[in-house]
């Protein structure tokens, strides 16, 4: 009886570990769309991710380079002051979007150009993400906006 009573306890064990690693898994698969990596406008020209990979870059939106085209879809560069990234977005931009103004894109690298799904820009004059703050101060083109 003894002996019955300890197969059944590890049984037990071997399920709720099986259970448990499923869960896991699980949980992963959901958020693989949801984990999105900062990088730079410096750090994607040294190291371009792969092709499907989504991830986050940002910086200034370099003076001179917004331009519209048909529709909706806007294309610019977005700068760190030591490399620039040409960026494709199709939708409505934040009001606060502009030249000279900070600015996280979420999307996928294309054949060199930034295809964007999402654009924040800064929401008021002393506020900017703190990876691009960072990323900036690290090139020296960061001026902190007056108080």
Do not use: C, W
């Amino acid at each position: 009886m003894a002996g019955l009573k300890k197969k059944r306890r590890i049984q037990l064990i071997v399920a709720a570990f099986i259970l448990l690693a499923g869960a896991t898994g699980l949980i992963a698969y959901a958020m693989r769309d949801g984990i999105n990596f900062f990088r730079t406008p410096s750090e994607v020209a040294a190291t371009p991710p792969a092709p499907n990979e989504t991830f986050r870059i940002g910086g200034l939106v370099e003076e001179g380079s917004l331009r519209r085209g048909e529709g909706r879809t806007i294309t610019f560069r977005v700068t760190d002051g030591g490399a620039s990234i040409p960026v494709r977005y199709t939708g409505v931009l934040p009001d606060l979007f502009g030249e000279g103004q900070g600015v996280v894109a979420t999307g996928r690298l294309e054949n060199g150009t930034f295809v964007a799904r999402e654009i924040l820009a800064k929401h008021d004059e002393n506020y900017m993400p703190k990876e691009v703050i960072d990323a900036l101060k690290k090139q020296g083109v960061y001026e902190k906006p007056n108080s």
